[in-house]
């Protein structure tokens, strides 16, 4: 068992020991898991309290980072927890590719229907995922279709939000507590603007490029060929500072250009999650 290392508020040692006895009735247990602190708190409490019967679940597809699904990797070996990963064709879907607002239903309809014919092999297995209780005030139309599909939210269900699940990983000793929101490749992408498995390895390249010189959370937003850079906003004035030498400013631009940008900016408003969603409101 996963002993506390530190304390936790009486609210959320209550929502833990519920979370436990939650996952602890389930005969078996398939997690869909993205290695994101969500899903793997989900996946170590049901791996504690299941051990074998429980499998943490990955799709692995040209929209999964890299660098996350190899995160992901460490972590269940990390938790002591099975782990499969699922070949996924969402970018064969229309509903998808070309990338509506309701984008993301279609990649969780094609992750749900993978899970559903892995239920096949341990039919007893109920399908657990990470939605936590912020998530449900969100525009998130992959809960729906993970609603449709039977899957259970047990994070949601217990009100247990996003501060709570990083403050009961921490609690936990899981070194991943603090880990930022990672969204799928997808999101950099405005709605309507179609998406191909070579745009996705393009900013998948150029955000490593940028990860591998210091920069560990941003976002490369994608539109038409030109690329911008977001960095959380206490960031920006160095990076302005460094890129403002012409060799520094230089090293980015003839990177993005390798990849296939044709042009690249900074944005000054800094990373804000979600900021796509913004074209969604009236």
Excluded at 12 to 26: N, Y
Excluded at 163 to 175: D, E, H, N, Q, T
Aim: proline share 7%.
């Amino acid at each position: 068992m996963f002993r506390p290392l530190e304390s936790l508020s009486p609210d959320q040692a209550q929502q833990l020991e519920q979370l436990r006895a939650q996952l602890a009735a389930l005969p078996a247990a398939l997690v869909a898991y993205s290695g994101g602190v969500d899903s793997t708190l989900v996946a170590a409490i049901a791996a504690e309290q299941l051990g074998e019967r429980a499998v943490a679940v990955t799709g692995v597809s040209p929209a999964l980072a890299p660098h996350l699904r190899h995160e992901a990797q460490l972590q269940a070996q990390w938790i002591g927890m099975r782990h499969r990963e699922l070949e996924t064709a969402e970018l064969e879907d229309p509903a998808y590719s070309s990338n509506p607002s309701q984008r993301c239903f279609a990649c969780k309809r094609e992750l749900h229907r993978l899970l559903g014919q892995l239920r096949q092999e341990q039919p007893q297995a109920v399908v657990l995922d990470g939605v936590n209780h912020d998530d449900l005030g969100d525009h998130r139309p992959g809960i729906a279709a993970a609603q449709q599909a039977g899957v259970h939210s047990p994070l949601a269900d217990l009100g247990i939000d996003k501060a709570g699940v990083r403050a009961i990983s921490k609690a936990l000793g899981f070194p991943w507590w603090d880990k930022p929101a990672q969204p799928c490749l997808a999101s950099r992408f405005p709605y309507g603007e179609p998406i191909s498995a070579t745009r996705l390895q393009r900013v998948a390249a150029a955000e490593a490029w940028l990860r591998q010189r210091g920069w560990p959370e941003l976002r490369v937003r994608s539109q038409g060929d030109a690329a911008r850079i977001e960095l959380p906003a206490d960031q920006l004035d160095n990076a302005l500072r460094l890129w403002s030498a012409p060799e520094q400013r230089q090293a980015v631009i003839e990177a993005f250009l390798a990849q296939g940008f044709s042009a690249v900016g900074v944005d000054l408003e800094g990373l804000v999650s979600g900021k796509l969603n913004r074209s969604l409101r009236p």
